[in-house]
Protein backbone atom coordinates (compact mmCIF):
# COMPACT_ATOMS: atom_id res chain seq x y z
CA UNK A 1 0.00 0.00 0.00
CA UNK A 2 1.25 3.28 -1.14
CA UNK A 3 1.64 5.91 1.99
CA UNK A 4 1.30 9.70 1.08
CA UNK A 5 1.33 12.05 4.20
CA UNK A 6 -0.72 15.55 4.61
CA UNK A 7 -1.76 15.87 0.44
CA UNK A 8 -2.87 19.05 -0.04
CA UNK A 9 -6.56 19.72 -1.01
CA UNK A 10 -6.02 19.73 -4.73
CA UNK A 11 -4.67 16.57 -4.82
CA UNK A 12 -7.57 14.62 -3.12
CA UNK A 13 -9.58 14.13 -6.25
CA UNK A 14 -6.96 12.07 -8.34
CA UNK A 15 -6.38 10.13 -5.02
CA UNK A 16 -9.81 8.57 -4.89
CA UNK A 17 -9.73 7.20 -8.24
CA UNK A 18 -10.34 3.57 -8.84
CA UNK A 19 -8.51 0.61 -10.70
CA UNK A 20 -10.14 0.57 -14.16
CA UNK A 21 -10.12 -1.20 -17.58
CA UNK A 22 -10.33 0.58 -20.54
CA UNK A 23 -13.90 1.94 -20.77
CA UNK A 24 -13.98 2.22 -24.79
CA UNK A 25 -13.18 -1.87 -25.33
CA UNK A 26 -15.34 -2.97 -22.21
CA UNK A 27 -18.44 -1.03 -23.70
CA UNK A 28 -17.30 -2.31 -27.14
CA UNK A 29 -17.00 -5.72 -25.50
CA UNK A 30 -20.37 -5.54 -23.85
CA UNK A 31 -22.33 -4.27 -27.03
CA UNK A 32 -21.60 -7.23 -29.04
CA UNK A 33 -22.20 -9.96 -26.39
CA UNK A 34 -25.46 -8.39 -25.92
CA UNK A 35 -26.28 -8.35 -29.96
CA UNK A 36 -25.33 -12.27 -30.12
CA UNK A 37 -27.62 -13.08 -27.02
CA UNK A 38 -30.59 -10.98 -28.54
CA UNK A 39 -29.98 -13.05 -32.19
CA UNK A 40 -29.30 -16.45 -30.55
CA UNK A 41 -30.55 -16.51 -27.20
CA UNK A 42 -29.00 -19.87 -25.59
CA UNK A 43 -26.52 -20.62 -27.77
CA UNK A 44 -24.76 -17.45 -27.65
CA UNK A 45 -25.12 -17.60 -23.65
CA UNK A 46 -23.88 -20.92 -23.22
CA UNK A 47 -21.15 -20.13 -25.91
CA UNK A 48 -19.91 -17.62 -23.72
CA UNK A 49 -20.01 -19.80 -20.68
CA UNK A 50 -17.88 -22.47 -22.60
CA UNK A 51 -15.46 -20.11 -23.13
CA UNK A 52 -15.22 -18.55 -20.44
CA UNK A 53 -16.50 -20.35 -17.44
CA UNK A 54 -17.03 -24.52 -18.22
CA UNK A 55 -16.08 -25.60 -21.49
CA UNK A 56 -18.36 -29.03 -21.46
CA UNK A 57 -21.84 -26.57 -20.43
CA UNK A 58 -24.36 -28.20 -22.24
CA UNK A 59 -27.21 -26.58 -19.81
CA UNK A 60 -28.03 -23.54 -18.23
CA UNK A 61 -31.21 -24.73 -16.01
CA UNK A 62 -29.94 -26.58 -12.90
CA UNK A 63 -32.59 -28.97 -12.10
CA UNK A 64 -34.42 -29.60 -9.34
CA UNK A 65 -32.89 -32.76 -8.21
CA UNK A 66 -29.41 -30.97 -8.78
CA UNK A 67 -30.67 -28.37 -5.97
CA UNK A 68 -32.04 -31.35 -3.50
CA UNK A 69 -28.43 -32.98 -3.60
CA UNK A 70 -26.36 -30.01 -3.15
CA UNK A 71 -28.78 -29.13 0.24
CA UNK A 72 -27.78 -33.03 1.27
CA UNK A 73 -23.93 -31.68 0.82
CA UNK A 74 -24.07 -28.49 2.94
CA UNK A 75 -22.84 -29.37 6.51
CA UNK A 76 -25.35 -28.87 9.35
CA UNK A 77 -22.73 -26.08 10.96
CA UNK A 78 -22.83 -23.96 8.00
CA UNK A 79 -27.16 -24.64 7.48
CA UNK A 80 -27.53 -23.22 11.12
CA UNK A 81 -25.08 -20.40 10.40
CA UNK A 82 -26.95 -18.94 7.04
CA UNK A 83 -30.39 -19.98 9.34
CA UNK A 84 -28.53 -17.01 11.67
CA UNK A 85 -27.75 -14.42 9.00
CA UNK A 86 -31.30 -15.18 7.15
CA UNK A 87 -33.24 -14.72 10.64
CA UNK A 88 -31.47 -10.99 10.85
CA UNK A 89 -31.60 -9.98 7.45
CA UNK A 90 -35.20 -10.66 7.76
CA UNK A 91 -36.01 -8.77 10.93
CA UNK A 92 -33.70 -5.11 9.69
CA UNK A 93 -35.85 -5.72 6.12
CA UNK A 94 -39.27 -6.47 7.71
CA UNK A 95 -38.51 -3.13 9.90
CA UNK A 96 -38.57 -1.17 6.18
CA UNK A 97 -42.68 -1.76 5.86
CA UNK A 98 -44.29 1.24 5.39
CA UNK A 99 -47.82 1.87 5.97
CA UNK A 100 -50.43 3.68 4.03
CA UNK A 101 -50.85 7.16 4.74
CA UNK A 102 -53.99 9.29 3.67
CA UNK A 103 -53.12 12.86 3.40
CA UNK A 104 -56.01 15.57 2.48
CA UNK A 105 -54.38 18.37 0.34
CA UNK A 106 -56.96 20.10 0.09
CA UNK A 107 -60.40 19.66 1.39
CA UNK A 108 -62.04 17.38 -1.10
CA UNK A 109 -58.43 16.17 -2.39
CA UNK A 110 -57.09 12.99 -0.57
CA UNK A 111 -54.00 11.42 -1.80
CA UNK A 112 -51.55 8.60 -0.87
CA UNK A 113 -48.98 5.70 -2.10
CA UNK A 114 -49.32 2.10 -2.24
CA UNK A 115 -46.16 0.02 -2.70
CA UNK A 116 -46.38 -2.57 -5.35
CA UNK A 117 -43.76 -5.63 -5.98
CA UNK A 118 -41.97 -5.29 -9.07
CA UNK A 119 -43.18 -8.94 -10.67
CA UNK A 120 -39.90 -10.63 -12.15
CA UNK A 121 -36.40 -9.60 -10.52
CA UNK A 122 -33.05 -10.95 -11.88
CA UNK A 123 -30.23 -11.56 -9.06
CA UNK A 124 -26.58 -11.85 -9.99
CA UNK A 125 -24.26 -13.60 -7.36
CA UNK A 126 -20.78 -13.93 -8.07
CA UNK A 127 -19.24 -17.24 -8.31
CA UNK A 128 -15.72 -16.90 -9.64
CA UNK A 129 -12.90 -17.26 -6.94
CA UNK A 130 -15.31 -16.95 -4.10
CA UNK A 131 -18.86 -18.44 -4.22
CA UNK A 132 -20.96 -15.51 -2.56
CA UNK A 133 -23.83 -17.82 -1.58
CA UNK A 134 -24.18 -14.14 1.22
CA UNK A 135 -24.92 -12.32 -1.35
CA UNK A 136 -28.40 -15.00 -2.23
CA UNK A 137 -29.36 -14.34 1.09
CA UNK A 138 -28.93 -10.41 0.56
CA UNK A 139 -31.04 -9.79 -2.87
CA UNK A 140 -33.57 -12.72 -2.40
CA UNK A 141 -34.57 -12.18 1.33
CA UNK A 142 -36.01 -8.64 0.80
CA UNK A 143 -37.30 -9.85 -2.74
CA UNK A 144 -39.69 -12.49 -1.13
CA UNK A 145 -40.46 -9.66 1.74
CA UNK A 146 -41.89 -7.18 -1.03
CA UNK A 147 -43.46 -10.02 -2.53
CA UNK A 148 -41.72 -10.42 -6.14
CA UNK A 149 -43.43 -12.82 -7.74
CA UNK A 150 -40.62 -14.44 -10.32
CA UNK A 151 -36.81 -15.00 -8.44
CA UNK A 152 -34.61 -15.34 -11.40
CA UNK A 153 -30.87 -16.41 -9.82
CA UNK A 154 -28.10 -16.61 -12.49
CA UNK A 155 -24.60 -17.19 -11.37
CA UNK A 156 -20.94 -18.86 -13.10
CA UNK A 157 -20.55 -22.77 -12.75
CA UNK A 158 -17.33 -22.97 -11.77
CA UNK A 159 -14.28 -25.52 -14.02
CA UNK A 160 -15.97 -28.56 -13.05
CA UNK A 161 -19.18 -26.85 -14.23
CA UNK A 162 -21.26 -26.95 -10.32
CA UNK A 163 -22.92 -24.29 -8.33
CA UNK A 164 -21.05 -24.34 -4.98
CA UNK A 165 -23.51 -26.10 -2.73
CA UNK A 166 -24.35 -23.09 -0.74
CA UNK A 167 -25.42 -20.92 -3.08
CA UNK A 168 -27.91 -23.63 -3.96
CA UNK A 169 -28.92 -24.35 -0.58
CA UNK A 170 -29.32 -20.73 0.41
CA UNK A 171 -31.51 -20.31 -2.71
CA UNK A 172 -33.77 -22.70 -1.93
CA UNK A 173 -34.00 -21.63 1.61
CA UNK A 174 -34.56 -17.80 0.56
CA UNK A 175 -37.56 -18.41 -2.47
CA UNK A 176 -35.57 -18.02 -5.16
CA UNK A 177 -37.65 -19.71 -8.19
CA UNK A 178 -35.27 -20.55 -10.77
CA UNK A 179 -31.43 -20.65 -10.64
CA UNK A 180 -29.38 -21.15 -14.20
CA UNK A 181 -25.62 -21.77 -14.51
CA UNK A 182 -24.81 -18.57 -16.21
CA UNK A 183 -21.98 -15.68 -15.07
CA UNK A 184 -20.66 -12.93 -16.71
CA UNK A 185 -21.64 -10.26 -19.21
CA UNK A 186 -23.85 -13.06 -20.79
CA UNK A 187 -25.25 -13.41 -17.44
CA UNK A 188 -26.81 -9.98 -17.65
CA UNK A 189 -27.90 -10.13 -21.28
CA UNK A 190 -29.62 -13.06 -20.58
CA UNK A 191 -31.60 -11.54 -18.35
CA UNK A 192 -31.95 -8.28 -20.33
CA UNK A 193 -33.29 -9.93 -23.22
CA UNK A 194 -34.90 -13.40 -22.30
CA UNK A 195 -33.70 -16.13 -24.30
CA UNK A 196 -35.22 -19.88 -24.76
CA UNK A 197 -34.04 -20.89 -21.39
CA UNK A 198 -33.68 -17.71 -18.96
CA UNK A 199 -36.89 -15.55 -18.61
CA UNK A 200 -36.40 -11.79 -19.06
CA UNK A 201 -36.25 -9.53 -15.63
CA UNK A 202 -37.80 -6.35 -14.92
CA UNK A 203 -34.80 -5.78 -12.63
CA UNK A 204 -31.40 -6.80 -12.34
CA UNK A 205 -30.28 -6.72 -8.80
CA UNK A 206 -26.10 -8.07 -7.87
CA UNK A 207 -22.34 -7.14 -7.23
CA UNK A 208 -19.43 -8.20 -9.94
CA UNK A 209 -16.22 -6.79 -11.28
CA UNK A 210 -16.34 -4.38 -13.97
CA UNK A 211 -17.92 -6.25 -17.15
CA UNK A 212 -20.64 -7.46 -14.62
CA UNK A 213 -21.44 -3.83 -13.59
CA UNK A 214 -20.87 -2.52 -17.37
CA UNK A 215 -23.21 -5.00 -18.68
CA UNK A 216 -25.70 -3.89 -16.13
CA UNK A 217 -25.44 0.12 -17.09
CA UNK A 218 -25.84 -1.46 -20.87
CA UNK A 219 -29.35 -3.41 -19.83
CA UNK A 220 -30.57 0.01 -18.81
CA UNK A 221 -30.80 1.20 -22.33
CA UNK A 222 -32.52 -2.21 -23.30
CA UNK A 223 -35.74 -1.48 -20.75
CA UNK A 224 -34.22 -3.18 -17.56
CA UNK A 225 -33.72 -1.95 -14.54
CA UNK A 226 -30.63 -2.24 -11.92
CA UNK A 227 -30.34 -1.82 -8.55
CA UNK A 228 -27.45 0.27 -8.80
CA UNK A 229 -23.53 0.29 -10.51
CA UNK A 230 -21.78 -2.23 -7.88
CA UNK A 231 -18.55 -3.14 -9.16
CA UNK A 232 -15.59 -4.37 -7.62
CA UNK A 233 -15.65 -4.20 -3.55
CA UNK A 234 -13.75 -1.61 -1.88
CA UNK A 235 -13.35 -0.37 1.99
CA UNK A 236 -11.96 2.52 3.77
CA UNK A 237 -11.13 2.95 7.36
CA UNK A 238 -10.68 6.14 9.12
CA UNK A 239 -8.12 5.09 12.66
CA UNK A 240 -6.93 7.27 15.33
CA UNK A 241 -5.07 6.28 18.39
CA UNK A 242 -7.54 4.47 19.97
CA UNK A 243 -7.64 1.88 17.17
CA UNK A 244 -6.67 -1.50 17.46
CA UNK A 245 -4.17 -2.09 14.51
CA UNK A 246 -4.76 -5.98 14.36
CA UNK A 247 -8.30 -4.93 13.63
CA UNK A 248 -7.53 -2.59 11.10
CA UNK A 249 -5.31 -4.97 9.24
CA UNK A 250 -7.67 -7.76 9.81
CA UNK A 251 -10.25 -5.46 8.12
CA UNK A 252 -8.56 -3.97 4.83
CA UNK A 253 -7.26 -7.68 3.82
CA UNK A 254 -11.01 -8.54 3.89
CA UNK A 255 -11.79 -6.48 1.41
CA UNK A 256 -8.47 -6.61 -0.87
CA UNK A 257 -9.13 -10.74 -0.96
CA UNK A 258 -12.42 -10.35 -2.90
CA UNK A 259 -10.40 -9.86 -6.30
CA UNK A 260 -7.64 -7.91 -7.79
CA UNK A 261 -9.45 -4.89 -9.15
CA UNK A 262 -10.60 -4.34 -4.91
CA UNK A 263 -9.22 -1.16 -3.27
CA UNK A 264 -8.83 -0.73 0.26
CA UNK A 265 -8.04 2.61 1.77
CA UNK A 266 -6.61 3.73 5.54
CA UNK A 267 -6.76 7.17 6.86
CA UNK A 268 -5.07 7.67 9.80
CA UNK A 269 -4.04 10.70 12.02
CA UNK A 270 -1.35 8.46 13.84
CA UNK A 271 2.06 7.48 12.30
CA UNK A 272 2.44 4.45 14.87
CA UNK A 273 -0.65 3.19 14.37
CA UNK A 274 -0.03 3.44 10.59
CA UNK A 275 3.61 1.43 11.53
CA UNK A 276 1.62 -1.15 13.13
CA UNK A 277 -0.57 -1.88 10.60
CA UNK A 278 1.35 -2.13 8.07
CA UNK A 279 3.43 -4.63 10.00
CA UNK A 280 0.22 -6.62 11.15
CA UNK A 281 -0.63 -6.67 7.18
CA UNK A 282 2.40 -8.60 6.64
CA UNK A 283 1.76 -10.55 9.15
CA UNK A 284 -1.76 -11.19 8.06
CA UNK A 285 -1.35 -11.55 4.91
CA UNK A 286 0.99 -14.35 4.76
CA UNK A 287 -1.13 -16.96 6.50
CA UNK A 288 -4.22 -15.92 4.29
CA UNK A 289 -4.99 -18.64 1.27
CA UNK A 290 -5.88 -16.12 -1.05
CA UNK A 291 -2.43 -13.84 -0.43
CA UNK A 292 -1.92 -13.69 -3.91
CA UNK A 293 -5.04 -11.89 -5.02
CA UNK A 294 -4.50 -9.53 -1.78
CA UNK A 295 -1.37 -8.40 -2.52
CA UNK A 296 -2.39 -7.41 -6.13
CA UNK A 297 -5.56 -5.51 -4.15
CA UNK A 298 -3.09 -3.71 -2.28
CA UNK A 299 -0.86 -2.64 -5.13
CA UNK A 300 -4.16 -0.40 -5.99
CA UNK A 301 -4.60 1.04 -2.35
CA UNK A 302 -3.01 3.36 -0.05
CA UNK A 303 -2.16 5.11 3.24
CA UNK A 304 -2.92 8.45 3.68
CA UNK A 305 -1.89 11.00 7.19
CA UNK A 306 -4.07 12.97 7.75
CA UNK A 307 -3.34 15.57 10.86
CA UNK A 308 -6.88 15.79 12.14
CA UNK A 309 -10.05 13.68 11.95
CA UNK A 310 -12.05 16.55 10.36
CA UNK A 311 -9.64 16.09 6.93
CA UNK A 312 -10.05 12.45 7.39
CA UNK A 313 -13.83 12.91 7.52
CA UNK A 314 -13.50 15.27 4.48
CA UNK A 315 -11.41 13.02 2.09
CA UNK A 316 -13.72 9.99 2.88
CA UNK A 317 -17.22 12.43 1.98
CA UNK A 318 -15.46 13.07 -1.38
CA UNK A 319 -13.94 9.29 -1.56
CA UNK A 320 -17.96 8.04 -0.73
CA UNK A 321 -16.92 4.71 0.34
CA UNK A 322 -18.93 0.97 -0.30
CA UNK A 323 -17.87 0.69 3.36
CA UNK A 324 -16.16 3.10 5.81
CA UNK A 325 -15.10 2.00 9.49
CA UNK A 326 -14.55 4.47 12.27
CA UNK A 327 -12.45 3.01 14.02
CA UNK A 328 -12.01 6.31 16.33
CA UNK A 329 -12.69 7.24 19.86
CA UNK A 330 -15.84 9.33 19.27
CA UNK A 331 -17.27 7.51 16.63
CA UNK A 332 -21.20 8.73 17.41
CA UNK A 333 -20.27 12.38 16.61
CA UNK A 334 -17.62 11.21 13.49
CA UNK A 335 -20.52 9.14 11.94
CA UNK A 336 -22.88 12.71 11.96
CA UNK A 337 -20.72 14.05 9.79
CA UNK A 338 -20.75 11.90 6.89
CA UNK A 339 -22.46 12.06 3.93
CA UNK A 340 -21.20 10.15 1.50
CA UNK A 341 -20.94 5.86 2.11
CA UNK A 342 -22.69 2.58 1.77
CA UNK A 343 -22.56 1.26 5.20
CA UNK A 344 -20.83 2.36 8.26
CA UNK A 345 -19.32 0.43 10.91
CA UNK A 346 -18.70 1.66 13.99
CA UNK A 347 -16.09 1.14 16.65
CA UNK A 348 -13.23 -1.25 16.72
CA UNK A 349 -15.60 -4.09 17.43
CA UNK A 350 -18.01 -3.54 14.29
CA UNK A 351 -15.96 -4.92 11.34
CA UNK A 352 -16.95 -5.08 7.91
CA UNK A 353 -17.72 -8.90 7.71
CA UNK A 354 -20.51 -8.21 9.98
CA UNK A 355 -22.54 -6.59 7.82
CA UNK A 356 -20.98 -8.94 4.42
CA UNK A 357 -22.63 -11.72 6.61
CA UNK A 358 -25.22 -11.73 9.78
CA UNK A 359 -25.79 -8.26 11.02
CA UNK A 360 -28.66 -7.86 9.48
CA UNK A 361 -27.99 -4.87 6.96
CA UNK A 362 -27.80 -5.61 3.29
CA UNK A 363 -24.31 -5.76 1.92
CA UNK A 364 -25.25 -4.68 -1.42
CA UNK A 365 -23.42 -1.54 -1.93
CA UNK A 366 -23.12 1.09 -4.36
CA UNK A 367 -18.92 1.43 -5.38
CA UNK A 368 -16.69 3.84 -7.23
CA UNK A 369 -17.99 6.92 -5.46
CA UNK A 370 -21.66 5.71 -6.99
CA UNK A 371 -22.36 6.26 -2.79
CA UNK A 372 -22.40 10.49 -3.42
CA UNK A 373 -25.79 9.65 -5.31
CA UNK A 374 -26.85 5.89 -4.57
CA UNK A 375 -28.13 4.18 -1.45
CA UNK A 376 -27.18 0.43 -0.84
CA UNK A 377 -30.18 -2.36 -1.46
CA UNK A 378 -33.38 -2.37 0.70
CA UNK A 379 -36.77 -3.67 0.58
CA UNK A 380 -37.45 -0.44 -1.57
CA UNK A 381 -35.17 -1.93 -4.17
CA UNK A 382 -37.71 -4.53 -4.93
CA UNK A 383 -41.19 -2.53 -4.69
CA UNK A 384 -42.46 0.43 -6.66
CA UNK A 385 -44.45 3.09 -5.47
CA UNK A 386 -48.07 4.06 -6.92
CA UNK A 387 -49.36 7.29 -6.21
CA UNK A 388 -53.79 7.69 -5.71
CA UNK A 389 -55.69 10.62 -5.86
CA UNK A 390 -59.32 10.88 -5.01
CA UNK A 391 -61.41 14.17 -5.82
CA UNK A 392 -64.65 14.89 -4.67
CA UNK A 393 -67.26 17.58 -5.81
CA UNK A 394 -65.78 19.55 -3.14
CA UNK A 395 -61.86 19.15 -3.91
CA UNK A 396 -62.12 20.08 -7.89
CA UNK A 397 -63.78 22.49 -6.64
CA UNK A 398 -61.36 23.93 -4.41
CA UNK A 399 -58.54 23.47 -6.80
CA UNK A 400 -60.02 23.72 -10.03
CA UNK A 401 -59.37 27.15 -10.78
CA UNK A 402 -55.84 26.96 -9.44
CA UNK A 403 -55.72 24.06 -12.35
CA UNK A 404 -57.25 26.08 -15.26
CA UNK A 405 -55.39 29.05 -14.75
CA UNK A 406 -51.83 26.94 -14.79
CA UNK A 407 -53.07 24.91 -18.24
CA UNK A 408 -53.76 28.19 -20.04
CA UNK A 409 -50.58 29.98 -18.98
CA UNK A 410 -48.73 26.43 -20.59
CA UNK A 411 -51.08 26.49 -23.51
CA UNK A 412 -52.59 23.15 -23.10
CA UNK A 413 -56.43 24.32 -22.85
CA UNK A 414 -57.53 20.32 -23.32
CA UNK A 415 -55.64 19.97 -19.77
CA UNK A 416 -57.79 23.15 -18.87
CA UNK A 417 -60.80 22.08 -20.58
CA UNK A 418 -60.72 18.90 -18.36
CA UNK A 419 -61.34 20.72 -15.21
CA UNK A 420 -63.96 23.52 -16.89
CA UNK A 421 -66.18 20.63 -17.90
CA UNK A 422 -66.41 19.58 -14.58
CA UNK A 423 -67.07 22.92 -12.49
CA UNK A 424 -69.68 23.22 -15.27
CA UNK A 425 -71.42 19.74 -14.61
CA UNK A 426 -71.59 20.27 -10.79
CA UNK A 427 -72.77 24.37 -11.48
CA UNK A 428 -75.45 23.05 -13.58
CA UNK A 429 -76.23 20.42 -11.24
CA UNK A 430 -76.44 23.03 -8.13
CA UNK A 431 -78.19 25.45 -10.48
CA UNK A 432 -81.12 22.64 -10.83
CA UNK A 433 -81.45 22.66 -7.32
Known amino acids: MKLIKNPPRNNWESLTTRPKVNQKELTDLVESIFEEIKENGDNAVLNYGRKFDFPNQKSLFIEE ?12 ELKKAIQLAKENIEKFHLSQQTQVKKIETTPGVICWREARPIEKVGIYIPGGTAPLFSTVLMLAIPAKIAGCKEIVLCTPPNKNGEIHPAILYTAKLTGVTKIYAVGGIQAIGAMTFGTESIPRVNKIFGPGNQYVTSAKQMAQFYGTAIDMPAGPSELLIIADATSNPAFVASDLLSQAEHGVDSQVVLLSTNENVIKSVQKEIELQLAKLPRKE ?19 CVDFSNLYAPEHLILAVENFISVSEKIINAGSVFLGNYSCESAGDYASGTNHTLPTSAYARAYSGVSLDSFIKKITFQELTEQGIQNIGKAIEIMAETEDLFAHRNAVSIRL ?3 NTKNSAL
Do not use: G, R, T, W
Open 424 to 426: QDI
Open 65 to 76: NKVAKAIDSVPE
Open 293 to 311: IAKKALENSQIIYFENIKD
